[in-house]
Protein backbone atom coordinates (compact mmCIF):
# COMPACT_ATOMS: atom_id res chain seq x y z
CA UNK A 1 0.00 0.00 0.00
CA UNK A 2 3.10 2.59 0.86
CA UNK A 3 4.76 1.66 -2.42
CA UNK A 4 1.54 2.04 -4.33
CA UNK A 5 0.92 5.53 -3.03
CA UNK A 6 4.48 6.50 -3.27
CA UNK A 7 4.16 5.32 -6.88
CA UNK A 8 1.05 7.71 -7.80
CA UNK A 9 2.98 10.73 -5.69
CA UNK A 10 5.81 10.52 -7.97
CA UNK A 11 3.84 10.35 -10.92
CA UNK A 12 1.70 13.31 -9.81
CA UNK A 13 5.01 15.55 -9.25
CA UNK A 14 6.64 14.36 -12.80
CA UNK A 15 3.80 14.96 -15.47
CA UNK A 16 1.88 17.46 -16.73
CA UNK A 17 -1.57 17.65 -17.45
CA UNK A 18 -2.95 17.79 -20.97
CA UNK A 19 -4.21 21.58 -20.10
CA UNK A 20 -0.32 22.52 -19.14
CA UNK A 21 0.40 20.80 -22.45
CA UNK A 22 -1.94 22.91 -24.63
CA UNK A 23 -0.78 26.37 -22.55
CA UNK A 24 2.62 25.89 -22.83
CA UNK A 25 2.37 24.94 -26.75
CA UNK A 26 0.02 27.70 -27.65
CA UNK A 27 2.69 29.99 -26.17
CA UNK A 28 5.45 28.37 -28.14
CA UNK A 29 2.91 28.95 -30.73
CA UNK A 30 2.75 32.17 -30.11
CA UNK A 31 6.20 33.13 -30.10
CA UNK A 32 6.88 31.30 -33.21
CA UNK A 33 4.32 32.96 -34.97
CA UNK A 34 5.42 36.28 -34.04
CA UNK A 35 9.08 35.17 -35.13
CA UNK A 36 7.98 33.92 -38.17
CA UNK A 37 5.64 37.38 -38.92
CA UNK A 38 9.20 39.47 -37.72
CA UNK A 39 10.86 37.32 -40.67
CA UNK A 40 8.17 37.95 -43.14
CA UNK A 41 8.34 41.78 -42.12
CA UNK A 42 12.44 41.72 -42.05
CA UNK A 43 12.38 40.52 -45.71
CA UNK A 44 9.83 42.52 -46.84
CA UNK A 45 11.67 45.49 -45.58
CA UNK A 46 15.38 44.07 -46.99
CA UNK A 47 13.52 44.15 -50.00
CA UNK A 48 12.13 47.53 -49.88
CA UNK A 49 15.43 48.67 -49.16
CA UNK A 50 17.11 46.92 -51.68
CA UNK A 51 14.62 48.32 -54.15
CA UNK A 52 15.40 51.96 -52.81
CA UNK A 53 19.09 51.44 -52.67
CA UNK A 54 19.24 50.47 -56.59
CA UNK A 55 17.24 53.24 -57.70
CA UNK A 56 19.20 55.94 -55.83
CA UNK A 57 21.83 54.34 -57.10
CA UNK A 58 20.45 54.20 -60.55
CA UNK A 59 19.60 58.02 -60.20
CA UNK A 60 22.58 59.26 -58.55
CA UNK A 61 24.96 56.85 -61.24
CA UNK A 62 22.91 58.75 -64.49
CA UNK A 63 23.34 61.93 -62.93
CA UNK A 64 26.64 61.75 -62.63
CA UNK A 65 27.18 60.68 -65.90
CA UNK A 66 25.15 63.67 -67.26
CA UNK A 67 27.02 65.82 -64.86
CA UNK A 68 30.19 64.52 -65.97
CA UNK A 69 29.43 65.61 -69.94
CA UNK A 70 27.62 62.36 -71.58
CA UNK A 71 23.89 63.27 -73.08
CA UNK A 72 23.30 66.38 -74.54
CA UNK A 73 22.79 69.63 -72.61
CA UNK A 74 18.96 69.53 -73.14
CA UNK A 75 18.03 66.08 -71.14
CA UNK A 76 19.51 63.39 -69.29
CA UNK A 77 17.03 60.69 -71.50
CA UNK A 78 19.92 59.74 -73.55
CA UNK A 79 21.52 58.42 -70.49
CA UNK A 80 18.55 56.82 -68.87
CA UNK A 81 18.09 54.52 -71.47
CA UNK A 82 21.21 53.04 -70.82
CA UNK A 83 20.69 52.48 -67.67
CA UNK A 84 19.66 48.82 -66.76
CA UNK A 85 16.12 48.51 -65.85
CA UNK A 86 14.43 48.65 -62.80
CA UNK A 87 11.48 46.50 -61.33
CA UNK A 88 8.62 48.74 -61.03
CA UNK A 89 9.80 51.56 -63.09
CA UNK A 90 8.87 52.51 -66.17
CA UNK A 91 9.13 55.76 -68.41
CA UNK A 92 6.25 57.14 -66.63
CA UNK A 93 8.01 56.60 -63.43
CA UNK A 94 10.59 59.77 -64.57
CA UNK A 95 10.55 63.37 -64.54
CA UNK A 96 13.56 65.05 -65.95
CA UNK A 97 13.64 68.74 -66.54
CA UNK A 98 16.96 70.69 -67.21
CA UNK A 99 17.22 74.11 -67.60
CA UNK A 100 19.28 76.95 -67.63
CA UNK A 101 19.21 78.79 -64.25
CA UNK A 102 20.59 81.71 -63.00
CA UNK A 103 22.40 81.79 -59.68
CA UNK A 104 22.38 84.67 -57.62
CA UNK A 105 26.13 85.47 -56.49
CA UNK A 106 25.00 87.77 -53.72
CA UNK A 107 26.57 90.24 -55.30
CA UNK A 108 24.21 92.12 -57.97
CA UNK A 109 25.11 89.95 -60.44
CA UNK A 110 23.86 86.10 -61.66
CA UNK A 111 25.65 83.09 -62.61
CA UNK A 112 24.46 80.93 -65.62
CA UNK A 113 24.59 77.43 -64.81
CA UNK A 114 22.81 73.86 -66.41
CA UNK A 115 20.82 72.71 -63.75
CA UNK A 116 19.14 69.02 -64.29
CA UNK A 117 16.59 67.38 -62.42
CA UNK A 118 16.13 63.65 -61.96
CA UNK A 119 12.47 62.55 -60.49
CA UNK A 120 12.61 59.07 -60.03
CA UNK A 121 8.64 57.73 -58.88
CA UNK A 122 9.57 53.60 -58.37
CA UNK A 123 7.30 51.11 -56.83
CA UNK A 124 9.26 50.03 -53.74
CA UNK A 125 7.48 46.93 -53.68
CA UNK A 126 4.88 44.19 -55.53
CA UNK A 127 2.17 46.85 -54.87
CA UNK A 128 1.43 49.54 -57.49
CA UNK A 129 0.66 51.82 -54.88
CA UNK A 130 3.78 51.30 -52.72
CA UNK A 131 4.90 54.05 -55.24
CA UNK A 132 8.11 56.54 -53.69
CA UNK A 133 9.75 59.57 -55.06
CA UNK A 134 13.42 60.97 -55.04
CA UNK A 135 14.19 63.72 -56.72
CA UNK A 136 17.50 64.91 -57.26
CA UNK A 137 19.50 67.74 -58.38
CA UNK A 138 23.05 68.37 -60.28
CA UNK A 139 24.92 70.92 -61.57
CA UNK A 140 26.65 70.32 -65.19
CA UNK A 141 30.19 71.03 -65.61
CA UNK B 1 16.24 58.48 -45.29
CA UNK B 2 19.45 58.08 -44.53
CA UNK B 3 20.67 57.43 -47.67
CA UNK B 4 19.11 59.74 -49.28
CA UNK B 5 20.74 61.87 -47.28
CA UNK B 6 23.82 60.40 -48.12
CA UNK B 7 23.02 60.82 -51.77
CA UNK B 8 22.39 64.51 -51.56
CA UNK B 9 25.39 65.39 -49.50
CA UNK B 10 27.63 63.64 -52.28
CA UNK B 11 25.26 65.66 -55.14
CA UNK B 12 25.58 68.68 -53.34
CA UNK B 13 29.49 68.40 -52.74
CA UNK B 14 29.86 67.71 -56.40
CA UNK B 15 27.58 70.41 -57.31
CA UNK B 16 29.68 73.15 -55.49
CA UNK B 17 32.97 72.11 -57.01
CA UNK B 18 31.06 71.85 -60.19
CA UNK B 19 29.84 75.72 -59.37
CA UNK B 20 33.25 76.64 -58.02
CA UNK B 21 34.99 75.13 -61.63
CA UNK B 22 32.36 77.05 -63.74
CA UNK B 23 32.61 80.41 -61.45
CA UNK B 24 36.04 80.50 -62.03
CA UNK B 25 36.53 79.38 -65.92
CA UNK B 26 33.82 81.80 -66.85
CA UNK B 27 36.56 84.09 -64.80
CA UNK B 28 39.43 83.21 -66.69
CA UNK B 29 39.92 86.46 -68.10
CA UNK B 30 39.34 88.66 -65.77
CA UNK B 31 40.87 91.12 -63.48
CA UNK B 32 39.53 90.19 -60.62
CA UNK B 33 36.66 88.00 -58.61
CA UNK B 34 34.61 89.28 -56.02
CA UNK B 35 33.48 86.95 -53.20
CA UNK B 36 30.07 85.37 -53.87
CA UNK B 37 28.10 82.89 -52.60
CA UNK B 38 26.70 80.49 -55.17
CA UNK B 39 23.20 78.80 -53.65
CA UNK B 40 21.71 76.08 -55.87
CA UNK B 41 19.07 76.07 -53.13
CA UNK B 42 17.05 72.77 -50.95
CA UNK B 43 20.68 71.50 -49.94
CA UNK B 44 21.33 70.88 -53.08
CA UNK B 45 25.16 72.76 -53.24
CA UNK B 46 26.36 75.69 -51.79
CA UNK B 47 29.74 77.13 -51.82
CA UNK B 48 31.43 80.44 -51.12
CA UNK B 49 34.08 81.72 -52.97
CA UNK B 50 36.37 84.51 -51.63
CA UNK B 51 37.27 87.17 -53.63
CA UNK B 52 40.49 87.07 -55.92
CA UNK B 53 42.65 89.44 -57.29
CA UNK B 54 44.27 87.70 -59.66
CA UNK B 55 44.04 87.38 -63.27
CA UNK B 56 44.03 83.80 -64.15
CA UNK B 57 44.53 83.51 -67.49
CA UNK B 58 46.42 86.87 -67.78
CA UNK B 59 49.67 86.73 -70.31
CA UNK B 60 52.95 88.18 -70.35
CA UNK B 61 52.62 91.22 -73.12
CA UNK B 62 56.66 92.18 -73.55
CA UNK B 63 56.82 92.22 -77.47
CA UNK B 64 60.44 90.92 -77.44
CA UNK B 65 60.29 88.26 -74.73
CA UNK B 66 60.90 84.91 -76.41
CA UNK B 67 57.90 83.16 -74.39
CA UNK B 68 55.51 85.83 -75.22
CA UNK B 69 52.15 84.23 -75.77
CA UNK B 70 52.98 82.29 -72.49
CA UNK B 71 49.28 81.88 -70.66
CA UNK B 72 49.62 82.89 -67.08
CA UNK B 73 51.83 85.20 -65.86
CA UNK B 74 54.47 82.31 -67.28
CA UNK B 75 53.87 79.78 -64.00
CA UNK B 76 51.81 76.99 -64.68
CA UNK B 77 50.58 77.51 -60.46
CA UNK B 78 48.59 80.92 -60.56
CA UNK B 79 46.30 81.04 -58.01
CA UNK B 80 45.23 79.20 -54.70
CA UNK B 81 41.44 80.31 -53.63
CA UNK B 82 39.87 78.78 -50.28
CA UNK B 83 36.53 78.02 -50.94
CA UNK B 84 33.79 76.69 -48.52
CA UNK B 85 31.01 74.00 -49.27
CA UNK B 86 28.11 74.45 -46.56
CA UNK B 87 26.30 71.23 -46.22
CA UNK B 88 22.53 71.08 -44.23
CA UNK B 89 22.61 68.74 -40.96
CA UNK B 90 20.03 66.11 -41.55
CA UNK B 91 17.40 66.33 -39.70
CA UNK B 92 17.86 69.88 -38.77
CA UNK B 93 14.96 71.69 -39.06
CA UNK B 94 16.55 74.76 -37.94
CA UNK B 95 18.67 75.29 -40.89
CA UNK B 96 22.27 74.58 -39.38
CA UNK B 97 25.14 73.63 -41.85
CA UNK B 98 28.36 72.44 -41.47
CA UNK B 99 31.23 74.00 -43.40
CA UNK B 100 34.11 72.13 -45.63
CA UNK B 101 36.94 73.82 -46.94
CA UNK B 102 37.86 73.17 -50.17
CA UNK B 103 41.59 74.33 -52.29
CA UNK B 104 40.84 75.82 -55.79
CA UNK B 105 44.10 76.07 -58.29
CA UNK B 106 43.67 78.03 -61.05
CA UNK B 107 45.87 77.18 -63.87
CA UNK B 108 46.10 78.14 -67.17
CA UNK B 109 48.02 75.28 -68.44
CA UNK B 110 46.19 71.98 -69.00
CA UNK B 111 48.58 68.82 -68.08
CA UNK B 112 45.98 66.76 -70.19
CA UNK B 113 46.31 69.51 -73.17
CA UNK B 114 50.21 69.60 -73.00
CA UNK B 115 51.60 69.56 -76.22
CA UNK B 116 48.79 70.37 -78.43
CA UNK B 117 49.99 71.09 -81.75
CA UNK B 118 46.06 70.89 -83.86
CA UNK B 119 43.36 71.98 -81.88
CA UNK B 120 39.85 71.94 -83.39
CA UNK B 121 37.58 74.43 -81.92
CA UNK B 122 33.77 74.33 -81.75
CA UNK B 123 32.83 76.48 -84.44
CA UNK B 124 29.07 78.67 -83.89
CA UNK B 125 27.87 81.70 -86.03
CA UNK B 126 25.06 83.70 -86.03
CA UNK B 127 24.07 81.20 -88.70
CA UNK B 128 24.52 77.76 -86.67
CA UNK B 129 27.69 75.34 -86.42
CA UNK B 130 30.00 75.04 -89.12
CA UNK B 131 30.90 71.68 -89.85
CA UNK B 132 34.65 72.47 -89.81
CA UNK B 133 36.78 68.82 -91.05
CA UNK B 134 39.91 67.91 -91.10
CA UNK B 135 41.22 66.38 -94.18
CA UNK B 136 43.96 65.21 -96.56
CA UNK B 137 47.46 64.17 -95.34
CA UNK B 138 47.76 65.44 -92.21
CA UNK B 139 50.50 64.32 -89.64
CA UNK B 140 50.40 65.44 -85.69
CA UNK B 141 54.04 65.31 -84.25
CA UNK B 142 52.01 65.30 -80.85
CA UNK B 143 48.56 65.87 -79.49
CA UNK B 144 45.52 67.24 -80.70
CA UNK B 145 42.13 68.49 -78.85
CA UNK B 146 38.73 68.20 -80.60
CA UNK B 147 36.24 70.64 -78.81
CA UNK B 148 33.92 70.35 -81.57
CA UNK B 149 30.07 69.65 -81.42
CA UNK B 150 29.14 65.76 -81.62
CA UNK B 151 26.84 66.69 -84.03
CA UNK B 152 29.42 66.10 -86.21
CA UNK B 153 31.47 63.20 -86.02
CA UNK B 154 33.16 61.54 -89.15
CA UNK B 155 34.97 64.44 -89.90
CA UNK B 156 38.49 63.98 -89.08
CA UNK B 157 39.87 62.17 -92.41
CA UNK B 158 42.85 60.21 -92.36
CA UNK B 159 44.24 62.51 -89.85
CA UNK B 160 47.26 60.78 -87.66
CA UNK B 161 47.91 61.76 -84.66
CA UNK B 162 50.85 60.72 -81.64
CA UNK B 163 47.75 61.37 -79.29
CA UNK B 164 44.35 63.09 -78.77
CA UNK B 165 41.69 64.07 -76.87
CA UNK B 166 37.63 65.17 -77.82
CA UNK B 167 34.93 66.78 -75.87
CA UNK B 168 31.58 65.11 -76.40
CA UNK B 169 30.90 61.71 -77.81
CA UNK B 170 33.17 60.78 -80.44
CA UNK B 171 31.86 58.03 -82.85
CA UNK B 172 34.92 57.71 -84.68
CA UNK B 173 38.28 56.32 -84.62
CA UNK B 174 41.57 58.40 -85.55
CA UNK B 175 45.08 57.11 -86.24
CA UNK B 176 48.41 57.00 -85.08
CA UNK B 177 51.49 57.68 -86.73
CA UNK B 178 51.83 54.37 -88.21
CA UNK B 179 48.34 54.61 -89.39
CA UNK B 180 46.27 51.88 -86.67
CA UNK B 181 43.49 53.28 -85.05
CA UNK B 182 43.89 54.28 -81.08
CA UNK B 183 41.49 55.51 -78.71
CA UNK B 184 42.01 59.12 -77.07
CA UNK B 185 44.07 59.38 -74.12
CA UNK B 186 40.63 59.75 -71.45
CA UNK B 187 37.32 59.96 -71.45
CA UNK B 188 35.49 63.00 -73.09
CA UNK B 189 35.90 66.16 -71.18
CA UNK B 190 33.52 68.64 -70.60
CA UNK B 191 34.50 71.69 -72.68
CA UNK B 192 36.45 74.09 -70.43
CA UNK B 193 37.30 76.72 -72.86
CA UNK B 194 37.28 80.15 -71.39
CA UNK B 195 37.45 83.30 -73.60
CA UNK B 196 35.00 86.20 -73.94
CA UNK B 197 32.94 87.63 -77.36
CA UNK B 198 31.38 91.01 -77.09
CA UNK B 199 27.80 91.61 -77.07
CA UNK B 200 27.06 95.25 -77.71
CA UNK B 201 29.81 96.85 -75.91
CA UNK B 202 29.96 94.52 -73.56
CA UNK B 203 32.52 91.28 -73.03
CA UNK B 204 30.64 88.54 -71.98
CA UNK B 205 32.02 84.52 -70.79
CA UNK B 206 31.99 81.71 -73.43
CA UNK B 207 32.98 78.37 -72.31
CA UNK B 208 31.48 76.43 -74.75
CA UNK B 209 34.74 75.34 -76.87
CA UNK B 210 34.24 78.46 -79.35
CA UNK B 211 37.43 81.09 -79.20
CA UNK B 212 37.78 84.53 -80.26
CA UNK B 213 41.05 85.13 -79.29
CA UNK B 214 42.91 87.37 -82.59
CA UNK B 215 40.50 90.69 -82.08
CA UNK B 216 37.51 90.89 -80.09
CA UNK B 217 35.04 93.32 -81.51
CA UNK B 218 33.62 95.11 -84.61
CA UNK B 219 36.25 94.99 -87.74
CA UNK B 220 38.01 96.88 -88.72
CA UNK B 221 37.40 99.65 -85.59
CA UNK B 222 37.65 98.64 -82.33
CA UNK B 223 35.14 98.97 -79.30
CA UNK B 224 35.83 102.15 -77.21
CA UNK B 225 37.93 101.19 -74.82
CA UNK B 226 40.82 98.84 -76.13
CA UNK B 227 42.10 98.40 -72.41
CA UNK B 228 38.88 96.34 -71.37
CA UNK B 229 39.60 92.92 -70.07
CA UNK B 230 37.77 91.04 -72.60
CA UNK B 231 40.22 92.46 -74.76
CA UNK B 232 43.71 91.77 -73.33
CA UNK B 233 44.03 88.43 -74.02
CA UNK B 234 43.57 88.76 -77.39
CA UNK B 235 46.65 88.19 -80.47
CA UNK B 236 45.68 92.02 -81.05
CA UNK B 237 46.27 93.50 -77.62
CA UNK B 238 49.35 91.37 -77.52
CA UNK B 239 51.41 92.48 -80.49
CA UNK B 240 50.47 96.04 -80.78
CA UNK B 241 50.65 96.73 -76.35
CA UNK B 242 54.22 97.47 -76.80
CA UNK B 243 54.85 97.92 -80.57
CA UNK B 244 53.37 99.89 -83.02
CA UNK B 245 51.93 97.70 -86.30
CA UNK B 246 51.94 98.71 -89.33
CA UNK B 247 48.69 98.70 -90.54
CA UNK B 248 47.59 97.51 -94.87
CA UNK B 249 44.88 98.20 -96.72
CA UNK B 250 44.05 97.85 -100.82
CA UNK B 251 45.75 101.23 -101.23
CA UNK B 252 49.23 100.05 -99.90
CA UNK B 253 51.34 100.69 -102.24
CA UNK B 254 54.86 101.19 -100.52
CA UNK B 255 57.22 99.82 -98.75
CA UNK B 256 57.30 100.23 -95.32
CA UNK B 257 60.31 98.43 -93.39
CA UNK B 258 59.60 94.49 -94.39
CA UNK B 259 56.22 95.43 -95.53
CA UNK B 260 55.69 96.16 -99.04
CA UNK B 261 53.02 96.12 -101.67
CA UNK B 262 52.32 95.50 -105.28
CA UNK B 263 49.35 93.72 -107.36
CA UNK B 264 49.29 90.61 -108.36
CA UNK B 265 46.68 89.87 -111.38
CA UNK B 266 45.47 93.23 -110.41
CA UNK B 267 44.64 92.04 -106.95
CA UNK B 268 46.55 93.75 -103.89
CA UNK B 269 49.58 91.96 -102.69
CA UNK B 270 51.56 92.64 -99.39
CA UNK B 271 54.72 91.14 -99.06
CA UNK B 272 56.42 90.20 -95.51
CA UNK B 273 59.90 89.92 -95.37
CA UNK B 274 61.36 87.80 -92.57
CA UNK B 275 64.87 88.15 -93.13
CA UNK B 276 64.08 92.04 -92.40
CA UNK B 277 65.13 92.82 -88.67
CA UNK B 278 62.67 95.39 -89.08
CA UNK B 279 60.01 93.40 -89.30
CA UNK B 280 57.15 94.90 -87.20
CA UNK B 281 53.59 93.37 -86.02
CA UNK B 282 51.30 93.71 -89.71
CA UNK B 283 47.41 94.51 -89.39
CA UNK B 284 46.28 93.97 -92.62
CA UNK B 285 42.63 94.91 -93.35
CA UNK B 286 39.90 94.57 -96.30
CA UNK B 287 41.34 95.28 -99.63
CA UNK B 288 44.29 92.50 -99.45
CA UNK B 289 43.71 89.95 -101.34
CA UNK B 290 47.08 87.91 -101.10
CA UNK B 291 49.56 87.55 -98.62
CA UNK B 292 53.36 86.42 -99.04
CA UNK B 293 55.64 85.38 -96.61
CA UNK B 294 59.64 85.75 -97.01
CA UNK B 295 60.96 83.07 -95.13
CA UNK B 296 64.04 83.74 -92.20
CA UNK B 297 66.28 81.20 -93.96
CA UNK B 298 69.22 81.11 -91.74
CA UNK B 299 68.72 77.95 -89.70
CA UNK B 300 70.95 79.06 -86.70
CA UNK B 301 69.45 82.38 -85.65
CA UNK B 302 65.68 82.03 -86.20
CA UNK B 303 65.78 82.32 -82.19
CA UNK B 304 67.64 84.70 -81.85
CA UNK B 305 65.31 87.12 -83.86
CA UNK B 306 61.39 88.37 -82.00
CA UNK B 307 58.47 86.94 -83.98
CA UNK B 308 56.84 87.77 -86.74
CA UNK B 309 53.27 89.19 -86.01
CA UNK B 310 50.45 89.33 -88.60
CA UNK B 311 47.22 89.61 -88.27
CA UNK B 312 44.53 89.36 -91.02
CA UNK B 313 41.59 90.85 -90.41
CA UNK B 314 40.01 90.59 -94.11
CA UNK B 315 37.23 88.83 -95.60
CA UNK B 316 38.79 89.56 -99.44
CA UNK B 317 41.60 87.34 -98.62
CA UNK B 318 41.93 84.86 -101.02
CA UNK B 319 45.52 83.58 -100.42
CA UNK B 320 48.65 82.97 -98.02
CA UNK B 321 52.32 82.05 -99.99
CA UNK B 322 55.00 81.11 -97.68
CA UNK B 323 57.92 81.06 -100.03
CA UNK B 324 61.52 79.07 -99.18
CA UNK B 325 61.78 78.22 -95.62
CA UNK B 326 61.58 80.05 -92.70
CA UNK B 327 63.47 79.43 -88.78
CA UNK B 328 62.25 82.34 -87.29
CA UNK B 329 58.75 82.27 -84.76
CA UNK B 330 56.14 83.37 -87.03
CA UNK B 331 52.71 84.12 -85.55
CA UNK B 332 49.80 84.42 -88.02
CA UNK B 333 46.03 85.24 -87.04
CA UNK B 334 43.34 85.11 -89.97
CA UNK B 335 39.96 86.25 -88.82
CA UNK B 336 36.99 87.31 -90.76
CA UNK B 337 33.64 88.63 -90.12
CA UNK B 338 31.66 85.88 -92.03
CA UNK B 339 33.13 81.77 -92.51
CA UNK B 340 35.70 82.04 -95.57
CA UNK B 341 38.30 79.68 -97.43
CA UNK B 342 41.87 81.06 -97.54
CA UNK B 343 44.54 78.98 -100.18
CA UNK B 344 47.99 78.85 -98.66
CA UNK B 345 50.97 77.76 -101.03
CA UNK B 346 54.28 76.89 -100.83
CA UNK B 347 57.20 78.13 -102.79
CA UNK B 348 60.33 76.39 -102.42
CA UNK B 349 59.15 75.42 -98.80
CA UNK B 350 59.68 72.28 -96.96
CA UNK B 351 59.68 73.88 -93.70
CA UNK B 352 58.41 76.77 -91.49
CA UNK B 353 58.08 77.77 -88.32
CA UNK B 354 54.56 78.81 -87.99
CA UNK B 355 51.66 79.18 -85.65
CA UNK B 356 48.93 79.81 -86.55
CA UNK B 357 45.08 80.67 -85.71
CA UNK B 358 42.05 80.80 -88.48
CA UNK B 359 39.16 81.86 -87.12
CA UNK B 360 36.21 81.72 -89.41
CA UNK B 361 38.70 81.04 -92.16
CA UNK B 362 39.05 77.46 -93.58
CA UNK B 363 42.54 77.36 -95.01
CA UNK B 364 43.11 74.43 -97.94
CA UNK B 365 46.70 74.01 -97.90
CA UNK B 366 48.47 73.44 -101.13
CA UNK B 367 51.37 70.95 -100.58
CA UNK B 368 52.80 69.68 -103.83
CA UNK B 369 51.96 66.29 -104.88
CA UNK B 370 54.06 63.85 -102.93
CA UNK B 371 55.87 66.44 -101.38
CA UNK B 372 55.93 66.80 -97.41
CA UNK B 373 56.25 70.15 -95.61
CA UNK B 374 56.92 70.67 -92.48
CA UNK B 375 54.96 73.58 -89.72
CA UNK B 376 57.43 73.50 -86.22
CA UNK B 377 54.13 75.23 -84.22
CA UNK B 378 50.87 74.20 -84.82
CA UNK B 379 47.31 75.38 -86.26
CA UNK B 380 44.57 76.18 -83.54
CA UNK B 381 40.93 76.70 -85.61
CA UNK B 382 37.21 76.67 -85.76
CA UNK B 383 37.06 76.11 -89.00
CA UNK B 384 37.97 73.29 -91.83
CA UNK B 385 41.76 72.06 -92.84
CA UNK B 386 42.24 70.85 -96.18
CA UNK B 387 45.48 69.43 -97.50
CA UNK B 388 44.17 68.10 -100.77
CA UNK B 389 46.95 66.47 -101.58
CA UNK B 390 50.99 66.16 -100.42
CA UNK B 391 51.55 65.54 -96.85
CA UNK B 392 51.50 68.18 -93.82
CA UNK B 393 53.55 67.36 -90.86
CA UNK B 394 52.93 69.55 -87.43
CA UNK B 395 55.91 69.51 -85.38
CA UNK B 396 56.76 70.74 -81.84
CA UNK B 397 59.18 73.41 -80.99
CA UNK B 398 62.21 72.07 -79.61
CA UNK B 399 63.43 74.76 -78.01
CA UNK B 400 62.09 75.52 -74.32
CA UNK B 401 62.18 78.99 -74.89
CA UNK B 402 60.14 78.52 -77.87
CA UNK B 403 57.71 76.00 -76.18
CA UNK B 404 53.92 77.17 -75.45
CA UNK B 405 53.83 79.24 -77.34
CA UNK B 406 49.94 78.88 -78.35
CA UNK B 407 47.77 81.36 -76.90
CA UNK B 408 45.40 78.67 -75.38
CA UNK B 409 41.99 79.12 -74.11
CA UNK B 410 41.72 76.18 -72.58
CA UNK B 411 41.47 76.63 -68.42
CA UNK B 412 42.39 74.42 -66.20
CA UNK B 413 41.15 74.44 -62.13
CA UNK B 414 41.52 71.72 -59.62
CA UNK B 415 39.91 71.47 -56.42
CA UNK B 416 40.58 69.40 -53.69
CA UNK B 417 39.33 69.33 -50.18
CA UNK B 418 42.00 70.99 -47.75
Redesign the interface.
Known sequence: MQSLLSSTVHRNFNGYTIIEAMVAVSILMIGVAAAAALSMTMLTQEDINARAARAINWQENTLRLYQLGLGTSADVSEIVETMPGLPGLDASGLTISTTSTDIDTSGGSTFNVDVSELTLIYNSFDDTDQNRTSQMTVVRY | MD??FG??R??AL??AR??C???FI?RGLANSS???????G?G??KVGIPASAENPLGSQQEFRLKNLLSPGWDRGFTEDVLATVYHPVPYDTGGAEVQTSMRVQLKSRSPLLAGNLLILHHTLTNSGSIDATISGGVQVNGHATFWKDESFPGTVGNLKVESYDH???VSEAIGNLAGNHIPPTN????R?TTGNDVVGATGVPITDGRFNMIQIGTAPALPPDPDAIYKKNTLHYKMTANSSPTVVDGNFDYTVGAVSGDELAGQRRITIDLNNPAVSPVIVNDGVFHIRFLGYMDSGQGDNEPPGFTIVRSSDLLSVTFENNNYRRLVVGLQSSTHRDVAVNFTNAVSWRLLLTSELTSTTWNVPSGSVVNLTGGIRTDSTVAVPSGLLILNRESSPNALELMDPRESWVEIYRN
Open positions: LEVQRLRNAMQLYNPAVDLDLGWGSDIYPFFR
